[in-house]
């Protein structure tokens, strides 16, 4: 028996998820790339993990990478949300306002939280490959309003919106 594709779909547009913008720094420049696949995986030692599409360019410039950065985002970072997500979306613009770790990994002051991360696996999965990072390094800046992927759309929730 196979799950049909349709009912797989269906299922994870309906299931929020939160939204990170990966970076890093490439031979061939900087990469960024929108994900709603993130995940913590361990505390000791700190790791993370997230997939990518294998069919994407820059997710195959990431994962040649020697490390990355992990920005989540708040609801702030709607629009460079968006860019990332599409293949010709402007990257690091100076409106942007992304800066350089040392090391020259690009990452976006403001975010709710950037991981300084080195690969610690990646292992193809189907048309993806699935990334394990280890954190090397945290930034944290106060939490305004996260920033959540439903139904092939963003949206903002509010510390009100408790149950």
Same mark, same amino acid.
């Given at each position: 028996m196979?799950?049909?594709?349709?009912?797989?779909?269906?299922?994870?547009?309906?299931?929020?998820?939160?939204?990170?913008?990966?970076?890093?720094?490439?031979?061939?420049?900087?990469?960024?790339?929108?994900?709603?696949?993130?995940?913590? =995986?361990?505390?000791?030692?700190?790791?993370?993990?997230? *997939? =990518? *599409?294998?069919?994407?360019?820059?997710?195959?410039?990431?994962?040649?990478?020697?490390s990355?950065?992990v %920005?989540?985002?708040?609801?702030?970072? =709607?629009?460079?949300?968006?860019?990332?997500?599409?293949?010709?979306?402007?990257?690091?613009?100076?409106?942007?306002?992304?800066?350089?770790?040392?090391?020259?990994?690009?990452? &976006?002051p403001g975010?709710?939280?950037?991981?300084?991360?080195r690969?610690?696996s990646?292992?193809?999965?189907?048309?993806?490959?699935?990334?394990?990072?280890?954190?090397?390094?945290?930034?944290?800046?106060?939490?305004?309003?996260?920033? =959540?992927?439903?139904?092939?759309?963003?949206?903002? &929730? %509010?510390?009100?919106?408790?149950?």
């Open positions: 196979s799950a049909d594709p349709e009912d797989f779909k269906h299922a994870f547009r309906h299931h929020p998820a939160g939204v990170a913008v990966i970076t890093a720094q490439s031979p061939d420049g900087p990469i960024g790339l929108t994900v709603s696949s993130l995940a913590s =995986v361990t505390l000791q030692p700190p790791l993370l993990h997230f *997939s =990518v *599409s294998t069919a994407r360019y820059s997710a195959s410039r990431l994962l040649s990478a020697e990355f950065v %920005n989540t985002l708040g609801a702030e970072h =709607v629009d460079i949300a968006r860019a990332f997500a599409r293949s010709d979306g402007p990257r690091f613009t100076p409106e942007q306002g992304f800066a350089t770790l040392p090391g020259g990994d690009p990452y &976006l975010a709710h939280a950037v991981l300084h991360c690969f610690a990646q292992t193809p999965a189907g048309d993806s490959t699935v990334c394990v990072g280890e954190i090397t390094d945290i930034i944290t800046s106060e939490p305004g309003r996260s920033l =959540v992927y439903v139904d092939r759309e963003f949206y903002a &929730l %509010n510390s009100s919106d408790r149950i």
